[in-house]
Every structure is written in structure tokens, then in C-alpha cells.
């Protein structure tokens, strides 16, 4: 393993215990919302559905993965998967926290309906 992978793992050890939390807080507020269909749990919710599209927004991150890409040196072929999925799921939220918000308003609203 070369340095670039070894510096991408430690990147991948320090952000994937974030998201894991996070995305389980998504999840068990989820889980509460669709249960329980209260307008309190809808907001809760949207809020951690935020707080974790937000972890995919940080434009420290994303340049941390685009520098890691440009290298050309991530040659294990699971890292270099699981770079290139970052890389789009980063794309895909590189959105202002005010929008991101939005949508995750959006979308707890119409999952009540």
C-alpha cells in the first residue's frame, strides 16, 4: 500500500464513524416519522436528513478527495471504488446549507402526505 492509499484510509477512519452516526440518526428518525406520523418527528426527521446531507457539502472534504483523485495513485481497487463513489455523492450535495435545508424540509413534508 502507498502513502496516497495510506493517507486515504486514514481519511475514510476519521469520516466514516460521522456519517455511520449520522446516517443512524437519519434512520431512527426516519423510522419514528413513519411509525408515528407526528409533525414533530416529520421535523426531526428533515433536520437530521440535513445534518446529513450536510456531511456530503463540506468543501474541505470534497478537495481532500479531488487531491487524493488527481494523484493517480489509489491502485487498490476497492479504494479507488469507494473514492470515486465519495466523489459523486460530494457532487451531488455540493449545494448552500440553506438549500439542502429546503429539501430536506420538502421531502418530510411530502412523505406525510
Do not use: C
Not at 12 to 18: G, I, K, Q, W
Amino acid at each position: 500500500m502507498n502513502k496516497t492509499e495510506l493517507q486515504f484510509q486514514d481519511f475514510l477512519h476519521e469520516f466514516e464513524p460521522v456519517v455511520k452516526k449520522a446516517y443512524i440518526s437519519l434512520n431512527q428518525a426516519a423510522w419514528n416519522a413513519y411509525t408515528l406520523s407526528s409533525q414533530e418527528n416529520q421535523e426531526e426527521m428533515a433536520k437530521r436528513d440535513a445534518e446529513f446531507r450536510l456531511l456530503f457539502s463540506d468543501r474541505t472534504n470534497y478537495e481532500k478527495l479531488m487531491e487524493f483523485e488527481a494523484t493517480n495513485s489509489i491502485n487498490d481497487p476497492i479504494l479507488a471504488r469507494i473514492l470515486t463513489s465519495l466523489i459523486r455523492d460530494f457532487r451531488g450535495n455540493m449545494l448552500p446549507k440553506t438549500l439542502i435545508e429546503e429539501i430536506a424540509n420538502k421531502e418530510a413534508e411530502i412523505s406525510r402526505v
